[in-house]
């Protein structure tokens, strides 16, 4: 507790003042923490005792900007734009000592003060525009002035942090200070802060902009086209663009009308629910308090084909050693061999050094016996699909498994309980489901069964973590939570196919809608036989995608799939032989081909999406909404300015949503589309999915 309010604590160390920010966890500039620092800012000017004033936060935070909770209620004076003018206005010197982050309006608080240093793990940005935002407190007006244009568009535009002694280099911060602090930047402050230096005067990096009309598209051109909230990356040029051409005044209050607006912009809206449905997804429902995860210092993988190959890979680059286990000499050679070959490629690519490569390779060691498992903490099966294997599998496992280790399995949709019941531990087993490519795709779904054990699920969702997941925990049903959807999607595009549209107008919905491919184009990718042979085990059938595969058109491997492949392999082209076999479908099923507007073919690949979500929250599967968006997001790739299939529903409209499905039902006969019984329910009383569970809407 400070001694100024909550969260300022004033302090003397002779003639300078030092002000400490200490609002867990982050020094979020919430109204304490501002209102705080005007009444700490106010005492300091006006005891003439005080010559220099240093401000300073935690090890973690100097301050991780706005209090992003606030958006959207009514705004508390003092603001922070007010805070930083009467810190840059203070008649004595300021100087801003900077530990951990300092970002977003924590950034803009410290582009206040008059001199800034930082520890060597200091990290400065504004990540506004992860949020949908840009800087709002004066940020896109002062960075320019303290680092010229060009590298402050790019810090704005891409919103990427900047370490400290990149900083020092650019001149974000005076000097880089190892510590202890804030006695260190005390001593600095008595040594350099000689007068107070305000940014908003100053116009000497301006110039070569203000010289050069061209200049600030040429730098922003690329950077916009990169850039994944595109609203807001052109607020954030056009605003750097007024710090060169206007006055500061003008400036300032060009990036506030800005940031007013994109505040209230879906796509604002969309990214923040993201922020924090994925910090809600990593607290694990319904876990008893004290329940802690398990150590995890040793893992093993059961198969090196190219899921257990990749999965083995997170363990290694996270550190932790890995043993493989496979039946043969062979199969474990040519798994080791593709993993080699991938470190190969990130070597080459300059992603990781070879001396890196080495260790992380080090890590991995293949085996042909069981017994080898006898250390790993926790184990993870990924074999083929197929139950009988898993069990005999499982079966081996408890035999050899250490007392203790979690057993997972890589399954995509098959029943972790049956796995459990044919081991003497079901509380230890869990299914852990990776995404293809496993070292590449972050999204992890923990698969809680009848029996795992609170301990067993708290070790799966750390150890995810560890090793760079996001690891969002689900319920045991056909597919989990993200393709048990997904295959609602995929049947209204084989639907779609046969009433009348053609892959690449299916493809081209979802592309313009922010996906990177559609799913015809996916499903090459991966290869089509996949889908083909889940489908002859369960014996259904999808007339078009199987008349593909029994063509010998597997995808992008076979050269032609969907699409054909032209000499590179990889870019689709529509094929008419493909449309000749579509219409050929269609004429055998007697369907009248019909043209299927772009909004029709969006909303049937999207709303039964939608209504499976329902089903799966009411079922429990997914305990939160953003649960639902965090998988779809980090496992398929849904945009993240549009904010998960959920979330978007939302924006939609739930009424809206149900009443499309209802037409849906009733124009097929298919009685799986209407509404499922949550959503009509929330569609009629005007709540969102984010009234269920604990997630914010
Ligand atoms: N506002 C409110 N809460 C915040 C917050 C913020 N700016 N930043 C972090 N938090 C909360 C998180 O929600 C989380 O809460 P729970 O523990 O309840 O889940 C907690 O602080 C810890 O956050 P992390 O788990 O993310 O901790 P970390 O150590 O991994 O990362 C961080 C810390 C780098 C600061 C990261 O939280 C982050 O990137 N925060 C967002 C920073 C940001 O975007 N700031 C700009 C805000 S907009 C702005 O400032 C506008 C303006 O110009 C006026």
């Not at 257990?308 to 680059?317: D, V």
């Not at 150890?463 to 690891?471: D, E, F, S, T």
């Amino acid at each position: 507790m400070g001694n100024i309010n909550a969260c300022v604590d004033l302090q003397r160390d002779g003639d300078v003042a030092v002000i400490v920010m200490d609002n867990p966890p982050v020094n979020a500039l919430g109204f304490a923490l501002r209102d705080g620092l005007m009444q700490a800012f106010a005492r300091a000017r006006d005891d003439a005792g005080v010559r220099l004033v240093v401000l300073t936060g935690t090890e973690r935070a100097f301050s991780g900007g706005a209090d992003i909770t606030e958006f959207g209620k009514p705004p508390r004076e003092p603001n922070l734009r007010q805070v930083i003018t009467a810190i840059e206005d203070l008649p004595k010197p300021v100087v801003a000592a900077i530990q951990g982050v300092a970002l977003g309006g924590g950034l803009e608080l410290a582009l206040g003060c008059h001199y800034r240093v930082a520890a060597p793990k200091a990290r400065l940005g504004l990540p506004e525009i992860k949020l949908g935002l840009l800087p709002g407190a004066g940020g896109t007006q002062r960075l320019p002035r303290l680092i010229g244009i060009e590298k402050a568009l790019e810090i704005i535009v891409t919103g990427d942090p900047v370490p400290a002694p990149a900083a020092l280099a650019l001149g974000m911060v005076e000097a880089m200070l190892d510590g202890p602090f804030p006695a260190a930047a005390v001593a600095w402050a008595r040594q350099n802060a000689t007068a107070p230096r305000r940014l908003r005067e100053r116009t000497d990096k301006l110039e070569p902009a203000r010289a050069d009309a061209g200049l600030i598209d040429r730098v922003a051109a690329p950077l916009l086209k990169r850039a994944r909230a595109q609203q807001a990356a052109r607020a954030c040029a056009e605003a750097v663009r007024a710090a060169a051409e206007k006055s500061f005044d003008e400036g300032a209050a060009l990036e506030r009308q800005f940031f007013m607006e994109l505040v209230k912009s879906d796509e604002s809206k969309a990214l923040r629910h993201v922020f924090f449905s994925e910090r809600e997804a990593q607290k694990v429902p319904n876990l008893p308090a004290g329940v802690e995860p398990r150590k995890v210092l040793r893992a093993a993988v059961i198969g090196a084909g190219t899921m257990g190959g990749g999965i083995s890979m997170c363990f290694a680059n996270a550190g932790i050693p890995v043993t493989v286990i496979e039946t043969s000499q062979e199969a474990l050679d040519r798994g080791l061999g593709r993993v080699e070959g991938n470190y190969n490629t990130s070597v080459k690519r300059g992603s990781i050094t070879a001396d890196e490569a080495a260790r992380r390779r080090a890590l991995l060691e293949g085996k042909l016996d069981f017994a080898a498992i006898a250390d790993a903490d926790i184990v993870i099966e990924a074999v083929f699909e197929e139950m009988e294997l898993k069990k005999q599998i499982f079966r081996e496992l408890d035999r050899h498994a250490k007392p203790g280790a979690v057993i997972a399995s890589n399954t995509s949709y098959l029943d972790i309980n049956e796995m459990a019941a044919v081991t003497s531990r079901p509380g230890d087993v869990l299914g852990m489901h990776f995404f293809s490519p496993a070292n590449v795709m972050r999204l992890l779904e923990v698969v809680r069964g009848a029996k795992t054990s609170p301990e067993a699920l708290a070790t799966a969702v750390a150890v995810g973590r560890a090793i760079g997941k996001v690891p969002v925990v689900v319920g045991v049903c056909d597919g989990f939570v993200g393709n048990r959807m997904l295959a609602r999607r995929g049947a209204q595009g084989e639907r779609l196919l046969l009433e009348g549209a053609l892959p690449q107008e299916v493809d081209r919905a979802l592309t313009d809608f922010g996906f990177r491919m559609g799913p015809f184009a996916m499903g090459d990718l991966a290869g089509l036989d996949i889908g083909w042979r889940l489908r002859q085990a369960r014996g259904t059938r999808a007339i078009v995608a199987d008349a593909l595969v029994e063509a010998g058109r597997l995808g992008q491997k076979t050269g032609k799939g969907y699409y054909a492949y032209g000499a590179d392999g990889r870019t689709p082209t529509p094929d008419p032989e493909v449309e000749k076999l579509i219409t050929d479908a269609s004429a055998s099923l007697q369907i009248q081909r019909r043209a299927i507007s772009q909004q029709e073919i969006l909303e049937r690949l999207l709303f039964p999406m939608i209504n499976e979500g329902a089903r799966i929250l009411e079922e429990g599967i997914a305990a939160r909404a953003g649960d639902i968006d965090v998988i779809w997001l980090h496992g398929y790739n849904w945009p993240a300015y549009r904010g998960g299939p959920m979330f978007y529903a939302g924006l939609v409209g739930l009424p809206y949503v149900a009443s499309r499905l209802e037409a849906f039902a009733d124009a097929s006969g298919d009685a799986s589309l209407r509404p499922a019984p949550l959503l009509a329910r929330l569609a009629a009383s005007g709540e969102g999915f984010g009234s269920v569970g604990t997630a914010r809407g």
